[in-house]
């Protein structure tokens, strides 16, 4: 890395005022390789002995699901833009096959990591506490005969051998399935056949090995398969037998121009998704290299996309292990959410109108209850006769939302209901159509947002008529509108009864409904316009506070940074001298600490029980500092491809808590991944004898959350 400038070494000429001098070309770190230390950050929790070892097998399925979707999404748009001959894009110039061989090369090593974990250290583990994930030659005479009935009458009636031969093509292999690639042979001689037969994917992956016995025996169903190939193939010898998994590109394209439909469009496009091409092969470790090869071939892979997995493939399937397993001495603590002070209701209850009038009230989940907070918010509004319209933004929800009840049940009362739901979020394609038509059913007034955007703010507008005015109450939030996750994904929400906040919501919905081209507002930034502007402004603000003599200072937490313009406005930040903190749960193209470049910037990540979602800008202002939240992420996407909304918060009480969180996330004390000016991180987690203290455990007993 070579160092940029010292800090004023701007350059000026005889026409013009200074020209900042230029940064160095290799400031980026790549964001494909920062995004896999980000899942090696998750797999150092399930490596770290102190974490409960349930958890550590969560971690481990975690990181699984995560690869997953790397490879179903990222690893095939570059594959796509490689063999479409399209540029590369981002700050980092790393040409494209340079990019996927430092990918394929990491990833080969995270993997041996992840299964080295499971196999060595949590398997054993686990079995020392009973928990067992047996192999067929472990189990005794009993527990078998009483697995090939459940073989019998469950699995074998769904098994379909499929052949290869020059009457049977090769079969296609469903994304992120298992398979089976077997080979036979007549005993009477001839050469070996090939066959497949898929795992179904509608029995569990771990079968009970007997549910009566104490403890938690199991037996991943593929090995019940591969016992019983003799029935499958009935004559025939099976000579081999080795379990493989497909990954492939599911990114969906819509033409939102051509289309009139959006809907039927994304629906034709989600059929085609399971025939998107492939882009990583997962093989069991123990495959020949006949069998191999004859996969590669079919698939039409190269051979850089091949995984060979020691042990068991697929571990995201632990979280059956995890649920299934009672064992709290082996988890987390529980705990129940607290509800906010602010809103417990005494003897006599009031609503939470009456509360807002008395000011604004920041809700931090999971440490404070989303169901007594943002849930009974649209759930009294939704029953309250005195309210007018609902309006709300539906990115995610739960298969069983209470939140689109509540719409429905206000659309049923006679309400005015609007609901924006993108039905273009990722893997959540399918459940929004479903819920857009539901709520269409029930007299709401559904959109789908502007063409070529994605609505990703987490708005909520309830109108209400008080006397002879009309007052609006807020709720603007980083996190999604789903009940289930606000109890997994560390988010803030602001609800509040202001006037301005009223105004700009009223506004932005115009805009999401209507043909408003509104770009200003009052105390929102909204992209794509005005998210990127805004906080390069405040950031620039920051150094003409330094020059004098003044300080500077910017604090965000956010879960990526690696838009580029961003990045370099925090670099020339940092040559003026302001000071920089940044919590980045993942993906970080900033290189912190380089002498002349960035020597007063600061990142940690912080991970845990919690996924850290929620995204918060603090700006010094010359001792007046402005704290902002919302549902933006310091991404391409976000900034330009997103309708995004922050919302400055002016609230005393709602400041001192971001103000709180911002501080500790950065405390020496607290365990967090730094990362060095080099791209690589380092973990600060105490020792064994005195362990660092976690941030979400010291949030957990701020807010008073109970045992569960």
Known sequence: MRPAPAAGADRADDTGPAVPAPLPEDRFLNRELSWLDFNARVLALAEDPRTPLLERAKFLAIFASNLDEFFMVRIAGLKRRLQAGLPVRGGHQLPLRAQLDLIAAKTVDLVARHAGCFVGDVLPKLAAEGIHIFRWADLDAAERERLRTYFRQHIFPVLTPLAVDPAH????????SLNLAVTVR??????????RVKVPNNVPRFVRVNPDQPGVRFLPVEDLISVHLGQLFSGMQVVECHLFRVTRNAEVEVDEDRDEDLLQALERELARRRFGPPVRLEVAASISDHVLDLLVRELDMDSQDVLRVPGLLNLAALWQIYEESDRPDLKDRPFVPATHPRLVEGEVPRSVFATLRDGDILVHHPYHSFATSVQRFIEQAAADPDVLAIKQTLYRTSGDSPIVDALIDAAAAGKQVVVLVEVKARFDE????????????????VVYGLVGLKTHCKTALVVRQEGNQIRRYCHIGTGNYHPKTARLYEDFGMLTADPEVGADLTDLFNVLTGYSRQTAYRRLLVAPQGIRHGLIERIEREVAHTRPGMPGLVQFKVNSLVDEKIVDALYRASQAGVHIDLVIRGMCTLRPGVPGLSENIRVRSILGRFLEHSRIFRFGNNGDAEFWMGSADLMHRNLDRRVEALVRVTDPVARAELDHVLTASMSPEVAAFELAADGSWHRRAGTAETPSPHLQEMLLRRAGGTPG
Do not use: K, Q, T
Not at 186 to 195: K, Q
């Open 186 to 195: 007549d005993p009477d001689g001839g050469s070996e056949l090939f066959a």
């Open 430 to 445: 399918v459940a929004n159509i479903g819920w857009a038509r539901m709520l269409e059913r029930a007299g709401c007034h």
């Open 169 to 176: 093509p090769f079969p296609y292999i469903s994304n992120r």
